[in-house]
């Protein structure tokens, strides 16, 4: 699927770009109202997925004023709109997943702690993985990091008995 990420674009200027780039999906990834992402599928039939800063502030019951495709949620950041590397409270994105049938999760997603996500989402979830995992099968990951999570553990308690 052919992705192209927006921040704070114009409709026509997205629409121009997807139609050009010959995109499946347009992720929202700026300010973007439930207005302008309803017209945006109206105007492309794309689609859309509108991502989320999660703040402090954040609400989960707010993307539900948004008629799209998927929602996405990365860390919130005062100075950019993603790709900062930092994590959220994934509690929070659990509970979006009640509530959303498609969601995709991004934010400081490493080797190290990936497993987390097999522990608190016990159903599919999308995540949005750095450039060193993309090429690994997601069932492969998550057990490769269950098992590195063992042998530390392993490791660690060895140590200790040890003494």
């Known amino acids: ?3 192209g990420v927006f921040v704070n674009e114009s409709l026509d200027e997205i629409i121009e ?4 780039a010959k995109l499946d999906a347009v992720q929202l990834h700026g300010e973007e109202t439930p207005e302008f992402a309803r017209e945006l599928k109206a105007e492309t039939n794309l689609e859309i997925i509108k991502a989320f800063r999660v703040s402090p502030e954040f609400k989960p019951e707010d993307i539900l004023q948004y008629t799209v495709d998927a929602i996405l949620l990365d860390a919130y950041s005062q100075h950019e709109h993603g790709g900062t590397g930092e994590t959220f409270d994934w509690e929070i994105a659990k509970k979006i997943q009640e509530i959303f049938p498609k969601m995709y999760l991004a934010g400081g997603i490493s080797k190290e702690n990936v497993i987390l ?3 608190i989402f016990k159903q599919s979830l999308g995540v949005a993985l750095p ?3 993309r090429f690994l099968p997601m069932t492969l990951l998550i057990v490769t ?3 590195s999570c063992y042998i530390q553990f392993y490791s660690f308690l060895k140590l200790r008995l040890a003494k």
Do not use: S, Y
């Open 145 to 147: 990091a269950m098992l």
């Open 131 to 133: 450039e060193e995992f």
């Open 1 to 3: 699927m052919k992705v």
């Open 17 to 20: 770009i997807a139609a050009t």
């Open 117 to 119: 996500l097999g522990v």
